[in-house]
T-cell receptor, first 113, second 112 residues
Framework: KAGVTQTPRYLIKTRGQQVTLSCSPISGHRSVSWYQQTPGQGLQFLFEYFSETQRNKGNFPGRFSGRQFSNSRSEMNVSTLELGDSALYLC????????????FGPGTRLTVL | GENVEQHPSTLSVQEGDSAVIKCTYSDSASNYFPWYKQELGKGPQLIIDIRSNVGEKKDQRIAVTLNKTAKHFSLHITETQPEDSAVYFCAATKTSYDKVIFGPGTSLSVIP
């Protein structure tokens, strides 16, 4: 069974640009959650999508948005990039039912210059 | 909302010794507590989990205990090996549709 895949693995952008990250969940999983990981802040929850609907949302500004497609693949978009957005962005997939057992992808390392 | 604390933030042990990482949670309604291991350059990997109706769970050298009254749970690794060196995260969540809240992580170093 293939694991969670994320593309691209590495990305370099400049301030003010926008970026789109992609996540393909494990086959059969309907929930995709996104996290931002930085050395000082740990794993911060961004949002979760389940069956194409945002089910949960963290405390990030509106520059961070996401969506999920009918095949459960998800994309995350960050507009007007800031230096502080440099981080490892992780997505995790789960069946979406109890318990919420999540499986993580390898992450996308975003560097904002 | 839920808050998860984790201690210690760093831990060094000699190979063969045991390692213990402790977490506390704030929401008494939380009922699922997973533990993740993150190696350098990789995403977190689920290594063990426990549900609120169970007090202890063991998988080879790894065990997790849960004290619902005190709202804390712990990860125990026995006979540590160098490949156990990684960052470990505890987490808590309430229901299938609730977000998972992670602790800040513990960097474990096993010294050969």
């Amino acid at each position: 069974k293939a694991g969670v895949t994320q593309t691209p693995r590495y990305l370099i952008k400049t301030r003010g640009q926008q970026v789109t990250l992609s996540c393909s969940p494990i086959s059969g999983h309907r929930s995709v959650s996104w996290y931002q990981q930085t050395p000082g802040q740990g794993l911060q929850f961004l949002f979760e999508y389940f069956s194409e609907t945002q089910r949960n949302k963290g405390n990030f500004p509106g520059r961070f948005s996401g969506r999920q497609f009918s095949n459960s693949r998800s994309e995350m978009n960050v507009s007007t990039l800031e230096l502080g957005d440099s981080a490892l962005y992780l997505c995790a997939s789960s069946l979406g039912d109890s318990p919420n057992e999540q499986f993580f992808g390898p992450g996308t390392r975003l560097t904002v210059l | 909302g839920e808050n998860v604390e984790q201690h210690p933030s760093t831990l060094s042990v000699q190979e063969g010794d045991s390692a213990v990482i402790k977490c506390t949670y704030s929401d008494s309604a939380s009922n699922y507590f997973p533990w993740y291991k993150q190696e350098l350059g990789k995403g977190p990997q689920l290594i063990i989990d426990i549900r609120s109706n169970v007090g202890e769970k063991k998988d080879q050298r790894i065990a997790v205990t849960l004290n619902k009254t005190a709202k804390h749970f712990s990860l125990h690794i026995t006979e540590t090996q160098p490949e156990d060196s990684a960052v470990y995260f505890c987490a808590a969540t309430k229901t299938s549709y609730d977000k998972v809240i992670f602790g800040p992580g513990t960097s474990l170093s096993v010294i050969p």
